[in-house]
T-cell receptor
């Protein structure tokens, strides 16, 4: 069974204090790994897709990396507006069937 | 990025009635759409995967007759919650796959009274 685990569950940072969020996965047939940001009461907002181990992608203060077992979302010098829940999801295909499974998310709070 | 529009954003219905939620990909064709359910402070739980023109694939534990999914075109999928009950109250979100990415609708908050 596909498993996706995110840690920590919650993270509180001072503005400007860099940190990393972790997404560990155990799946077969990985097609890609997504990172999303979700604000309360809203649908997830797409951030990145990573396809293969060693791949990195950056967007503003965010950088996502991928290994064969986990992905990291690095947040450099975060600002209060970065406060949100960050979700990772694995996209798998098996015998023509595809599925996206989400982790439980990391709730990030950035304090001014 | 690509736009996925979900409607309605909020709906309140009486127990025993049915509710239809629409999910449209506005600027791309989505051969595959996913429907999720999210309980407060929990992650998204995949309910079903639908491919255009074929029957949806439901996840274990999801009642097919209760959550009817139709994916009649490359830009529209619908989720109908039939004979809704208070325990069906939740946040429902659709996702449409466009190329190598998956984009989400705004979500629908369903309250069954």
């Amino acid at each position: 069974e596909d498993q996706v685990t995110q840690s920590p569950e919650a993270l509180r940072l001072q503005e400007g204090e860099s940190s990393s969020l972790n997404c560990s996965y155990t799946v077969s047939g990985l097609r890609g790994l997504f990172w999303y940001r979700q604000d309360p009461g809203k649908g997830p907002e797409f951030l990145f897709t990573l396809y293969s181990a060693g791949e990195e992608k950056e967007k503003e203060r965010l950088k996502a990396t991928l290994t064969k077992k986990e992905s990291f979302l690095h947040i450099t010098a975060p600002k209060p507006e970065d406060s949100a829940t960050y979700l990772c999801a694995v996209w798998v295909t098996s015998g023509g069937y595809q599925k996206v499974t989400f982790g439980t998310g990391t709730k990030l709070q950035v304090i001014p | 990025g690509a736009v996925v529009s979900q409607h309605p954003s909020r709906v309140i219905c009486k127990s025993g009635t049915s509710v239809k939620i629409e999910c449209r990909s506005l600027d791309f064709q989505a051969t595959t759409m996913f429907w999720y359910r999210q309980f407060p402070k929990q992650s998204l739980m995949l309910m079903a995967t639908s491919n255009e023109g074929s029957k949806a694939t439901y996840e274990q534990g999801v009642e097919k007759d209760k959550f009817l999914i139709n994916h009649a075109s490359l830009t529209l999928s619908t989720l109908t919650v039939t004979s809704a009950h208070p325990e069906d109250s939740s946040f429902y979100i659709c996702s449409a796959r466009g190329g190598q990415q998956a984009f989400f609708g705004q979500g629908t908050r369903l309250t069954v009274v």
